[in-house]
T-cell receptor, first 114, second 112 residues
Framework: DAGITQSPRHKVTETGTPVTLRCHQT?????MYWYRQDPGHGLRLIHY???????DKGEVSDGYSVSRSKTEDFLLTLESATSSQTSVYFC?????????????FGPGTRLLVL | GESVGLHLPTLSVQEGDNSIINCAYS??????FIWYKQESGKGPQFIID?????DKRQGQRVTVLLNKTVKHLSLQIAATQPGDSAVYFC???????????FGRGTSLIVHP
């Protein structure tokens, strides 16, 4: 998984509770991404980061926030979880080497919101 | 995993057969393409890539073909093995962008 870990790997939570997912990389890559994966959809981008404290929204950012205080960690927070946020969440990283476009994925976090 | 496989096209083959998985992409400005493999319960794994200035690229047991005229990408797996069973999906990346668009994928089932 290209030096990427995600925690927790599985989580069950209740509607309305805050949830934070962590992505940790050991590759010192500049770019990090959060995706969600749902049946019937391809991977959809939630937020991404292009450096420490530099983040931007993706296609499905509503209800999510992110933070990146260190190169190696990218946190995804669901401020108040809803059942529609039940999904599998993947973190990805991208370096500056060639090819620059290739993203490498972590093992995923399976989140169930009851 | 099991939730990824739902609602996906499925290709069933016998061990030893060659497999061809197809992907139609949407953006004529895409100039870089990637195939990923995702096994049950795991994250997507890079298999092979191709740039738009190429029609074909070969790896170990895998070949990617690109037809820009009809915006079509295919992944060929030679001598398919049970360990190849997974969901395969393509990603397209427009020139100047580093944000991919991912296909929904095809579930490949290899029967021993």
């Amino acid at each position: 998984d290209a030096g990427i870990t995600q925690s927790p790997r599985h989580k069950v939570t209740e509607t309305g509770t805050p949830v934070t997912l962590r992505c940790h990389q050991t590759e010192n890559h500049r770019y990090m991404y959060w995706y969600r994966q749902d049946p019937g959809h391809g991977l959809r981008l939630i937020h991404y980061s292009y450096g420490v404290k530099d983040t931007d929204k993706g296609e499905v950012s509503d209800g999510y926030s992110v933070s990146r205080s260190k190169t190696e960690d990218f946190l995804l927070t669901l401020e108040s979880a809803t059942s529609s946020q039940t999904s599998v969440y993947f973190c990805a990283i991208r370096g500056d080497g060639r090819p620059q476009e290739t993203q490498y994925f972590g093992p995923g976090t399976r989140l169930l919101v009851l | 995993g099991e939730s990824v496989g739902l609602h996906l096209p499925t290709l069933s083959v016998q061990e030893g057969d060659n497999s061809i998985i197809n992907c139609a992409y949407s953006n004529s400005a895409s100039d870089y393409f990637i195939w990923y493999k995702q096994e049950s319960g795991k994250g997507p794994q890079f298999i092979i890539d191709i740039r738009s200035n190429m029609d074909k690229r070969q790896g170990q047991r895998v070949t990617v073909l690109l037809n820009k005229t009809v915006k079509h990408l295919s992944l060929q797996i030679a001598a398919t093995q049970p360990g190849d069973s997974a969901v395969y999906f393509c990603a397209e990346i427009p020139g100047g962008s580093y944000i991919p668009t991912f296909g929904r994928g095809t579930s490949l089932i290899v029967h021993p």
